[in-house]
C-alpha cells in the first residue's frame, strides 16, 4: 500500500502560484498512475492533472496552460505547479494514486 500526504496549500492572492507536493511512502509513485483532484465547496470532487507511468500527463480544460504536474522519482514526490490562480481554484486538493489511494487534502484558498 502506498501512503501520500500533501503540503504546499495555503492562501495567496489572484494571479499569484502556489506548489503543492505530494510525498509518498510505502511504494515507489512510478508504479501508478499518479493525480490530482481538488473538492470545490458544494461541487463534487473533480480531476485537474494526471501523470502516467510514461510521464505523459493530462489537465482538466479549466487548468490547461496554468498548472503543471510532475513528478521526482528520486524523492518520490508529485508536485502540482500552480500558476495565475483564480478564486474559483480555491479548495481542497487532493493527491490519489491510480485512484485508490488518497492523501488527506491540502486546502488552497485564492482570494
Known amino acids: 500500500h502506498v501512503q501520500l500526504v500533501e503540503s504546499g496549500g495555503g492562501s495567496v492572492q489572484a494571479g499569484g502560484p502556489l506548489r503543492l507536493s505530494c510525498v509518498a511512502s510505502?511504494?515507489?509513485?512510478?508504479?501508478?498512475?499518479m493525480g490530482w483532484f481538488r473538492q470545490i465547496p458544494d461541487k463534487a470532487r473533480e480531476g485537474v492533472a494526471g501523470?502516467?507511468?510514461?510521464?505523459?500527463?493530462s489537465y482538466a480544460d479549466f487548468v490547461m496552460g496554468r498548472f503543471t504536474i510532475s513528478q521526482d522519482s528520486a524523492k518520490n514526490t508529485l508536485y502540482l505547479q500552480m500558476n495565475s490562480l483564480k478564486t474559483e481554484d480555491t479548495g481542497v486538493y487532493y493527491c490519489?494514486?491510480?485512484?485508490?489511494?488518497w492523501g488527506q487534502g491540502t486546502q488552497v484558498t485564492v482570494s
Open positions: 490519489t494514486a491510480a485512484h485508490g489511494y
Open positions: 501523470i502516467e507511468n510514461d510521464g505523459s500527463t
Open positions: 510505502g511504494d515507489t509513485i512510478s508504479r501508478y498512475c
